[in-house]
């Protein structure tokens, strides 16, 4: 029927326009079954094992099923792949669903947003490596004014074109970092200082945190374990703080 040539009365390309949803339809449903295929080892995640969580999360960006970019290129697939997610692994393990969002949506889709060319070639080269990203947003001393109150600071450097992140007290630690402990990159906000300490406001930074996945933490980083929570223990969640950490 959908080959057949379209009545009289129906507009120009009507035919071919039921082929392409039809076309779009199993093009879904394919993705479907090899992103569910990507997610089964989720059915075994376990709460407090950080680092099979990290490593399920790598393997979904790994298998390439998902781009960083899919949010703007293929936004139908993108938020298919979160009803997937909700679907087949939530229940188990619910902390999963929430490492995905702030990996994908969170810190790459700020980076997208926000960041320059430069900075969307190096999305391109964390996908390749398969690096996992965390959102540093929420400050301790903010409360529930978390994004109102950023005390974290990134002062300019004019001598070599960089950025220094500082954490100027203990109340301005950025706090319950989702995958803190397990994320090799982040998007920091911090208020952005010129050398002269004027303040140019909150501004987002793409930070490394760790030298490797999940390994060394990058000079000047330091982070902690926030504790047992009542669900979603398979997600870590960690302050972080800074000490003279250089920014590139």
């Known amino acids: 029927a959908y080959e057949a040539a379209p009545p009289a009365s129906a507009p120009a390309g009507a035919a071919g326009g039921a082929r392409f949803a039809v076309a779009g339809e199993h093009e879904d449903a394919r993705f479907a079954a090899q992103f569910r295929a990507a997610l089964a080892p989720g059915q075994h995640l376990r709460a407090f094992d950080h680092a099979a969580s990290a490593a399920l999360l790598r ?5 390439g099923l998902l781009s960083l970019t899919d949010v703007r290129d293929n936004p139908e697939r993108f938020f298919l ?8 692994v939530a229940d ?11 990996h994908y949506n969170l810190c ?3 980076v997208m947003a926000l960041g320059e060319s430069r900075h ?11 690096d996992i990203g965390c959102f540093g947003l929420t400050e301790r001393r903010a409360g529930v004014n978390s994004g ?14 960089s950025f ?12 319950w970092i989702s995958s803190g402990l397990m994320a090799n990159k982040a998007v920091v906000v911090a208020d952005l200082r010129l050398p002269d300490g004027t303040s140019k406001g909150a501004h987002a930074f793409l930070v490394d945190l760790r030298v490797t996945q999940g390994g060394e933490l990058t000079k000047g980083v330091m982070t902690g374990d926030m504790g047992v929570k009542t669900i979603a223990n398979d997600l870590d969640n960690a302050w972080i703080a800074f000490d003279n950490a250089w920014i590139a």
């Open 59 to 63: 393997d979904v960006q790994d298998s």
């Open 81 to 88: 792949a979160h009803r997937l997610i909700a679907a087949d």
């Open 92 to 102: 188990v393990a619910p902390g999963f669903w929430i490492r995905f969002t702030v």
């Open 108 to 110: 790459m889709g700020t």
């Open 120 to 130: 969307l070639d190096e999305l391109k080269r964390i996908q390749a490596r398969g």
């Open 148 to 161: 109102m109150v950023v005390e974290t600071v990134a002062t300019f450097d004019p001598s070599n074109d």
């Open 164 to 175: 220094v992140l500082n954490t100027p007290s203990e109340g301005a630690a950025k706090n």
